[in-house]
């Protein structure tokens, strides 16, 4: 594909206005060029229209396969690191020096004048299971020709099923990934088997809503020394959170100050004890509002710059129609993913079992 044409596509889908054109020029400038291409004009038919739409579509596939990867990592980039392999390659992470952190802790003097020796460091490599994620795109050519429905709506509906596919499944490998360098999850062993806290088979911290803050307290040592931490979770489970009041226990009466205009204007505390404190992004699944997308329960407590998640896009994203039964169509985004856990020695999972 000419690059033009699809540095054109490439805007349209995401939405982008340029510096002479609104966002609904770029898309009508795209759709022009990608129907100039298919050898289409305004008087096209709708049978030659049918006839050119797996041309139309190849253009946009390779425009997404452009942008996807880029976009999963600006939303999974805290956790996740993403990349894209050939459809022909060996889907394989080089995770180097694993537990970097740990060699400050093995280093020992050396026999003769000051000279230091350093423990080894490993090198792994880690290949995720991958398999055919499908997304179905209700938008035709037609409707995007005729304008009834924008490059940048079918890119949205791709974008998003791709995203709830792997924003769940990393949240899975977090949650109750075992992860291949062999080291589990952050926890205090000095406290297992507390009366407070215990820990379930995939070493989570197991605390209640009243004492979320001590857990949290007993594992951030451990974290800082694999980066600055940062604590995520959902919406009822950080509004248990508060920073301590002297003389109080962690969510005896109402909070300090800071916390009130935080629990004001965001509905639950924004910094923990110099933490940052993030709400992940959740939403009912069924009818009956008694199924979230995540189990609320989880707390992640994550060191900045780590993506323990390996997520792997293999070869292109392919756009196929699906006709259906009752003579309507539809066409699906088919894309090659894994996702895995390649490491957890440097994050901390707290459930709270009473949520």
């Known amino acids: 594909m000419n690059k033009e044409i699809k540095l054109g596509i490439i805007a349209a889908l995401q939405g982008k206005p340029s510096a002479n054109f609104s966002?609904?020029?770029?898309?009508?400038?795209?759709?022009?060029?990608?129907?100039?291409?298919?050898?289409?004009?305004e008087n096209s038919t709708a049978r030659?229209?049918?006839m050119a739409e797996d041309k139309a579509f190849a253009l946009i596939e390779e425009a997404v396969d452009e942008i996807l990867p880029r976009k999963l990592e600006s939303v999974l980039g805290e956790f996740a690191e993403v990349r894209s392999f050939p459809r022909d390659a060996e889907v394989l992470?080089?995770?180097?020096?694993?537990?970097?952190?740990?060699?400050?802790?093995?280093?020992?003097?050396?026999?003769?004048?000051?000279?230091?020796?350093?423990?080894?460091?490993?090198?792994?490599?880690?290949?995720?299971?991958?398999?055919?994620?499908?997304?179905?795109?209700?938008?035709?050519?037609?409707?995007?020709?005729?304008?009834?429905?924008?490059?940048?709506?079918?890119?949205?509906?791709?974008?998003?099923?791709?995203?709830e596919i792997v924003y769940k499944e990393v949240f899975n490998a977090l949650a109750t990934g075992?992860?291949?360098?062999?080291?589990?999850?952050i926890v205090d062993n000095a406290t297992s088997g507390s009366a407070n806290h215990n820990y379930d088979v995939n070493r989570n911290l197991l605390t209640t809503k009243a004492t979320l803050g001590e857990a949290l307290?007993?594992?951030?040592?451990?974290?800082?020394?694999?980066?600055v931490p940062t604590i995520f979770g959902s919406y009822?489970?950080?509004?248990?959170?508060?920073?301590?009041l002297a003389?109080?226990?962690?969510?005896?009466?109402?909070?300090?100050?800071?916390?009130s205009k935080d629990i004001r204007a965001y509905g639950f505390i924004q910094v923990y004890k110099g933490v940052k404190v993030v709400e992940?992004?959740?939403?009912?699944?069924?009818?009956?509002n008694d199924q979230w997308f995540y189990d609320t329960q989880y707390v992640f407590v994550l060191p900045s710059g780590v993506k323990p998640v390996k997520v792997a896009l293999k070869g292109e994203l392919f756009l196929k129609r699906n006709e259906q039964a009752t003579g309507s169509e539809k066409w699906e985004a088919h894309k090659i993913m894994g996702v895995g856990l390649a490491m957890a020695n440097n994050f901390a999972v707290i459930k709270v079992t009473d949520l």
């Open 93 to 163: 992470f080089n995770i180097e020096k694993i537990g970097k952190a740990r060699a400050k802790l093995t280093i020992s003097k050396g026999a003769r004048g000051g000279i230091y020796r350093a423990a080894r460091l490993d090198s792994k490599f880690f290949s995720p299971t991958v398999g055919v994620q499908t997304v179905a795109v209700y938008v035709t050519l037609e409707e995007l020709i005729l304008g009834t429905a924008s490059l940048s709506e079918l890119y949205a509906n791709i974008l998003e099923g791709f995203e």
């Open 23 to 41: 966002a609904e020029d770029v898309n009508a400038a795209a759709i022009n060029a990608i129907m100039k291409e298919c050898g289409l004009d």
């Open 280 to 288: 992940l992004p959740n939403y009912l699944v069924d009818s009956n």
């Open 217 to 227: 307290d007993m594992v951030m040592p451990y974290v800082k020394q694999y980066g």
């Open 236 to 244: 009822a489970a950080l509004v248990n959170l508060y920073n301590p």
């Open 178 to 185: 075992a992860a291949v360098s062999g080291y589990g999850r």
């Open 247 to 259: 003389n109080t226990t962690y969510a005896a009466g109402y909070p300090n100050g800071e916390d």
């Open 48 to 50: 030659e229209i049918r």
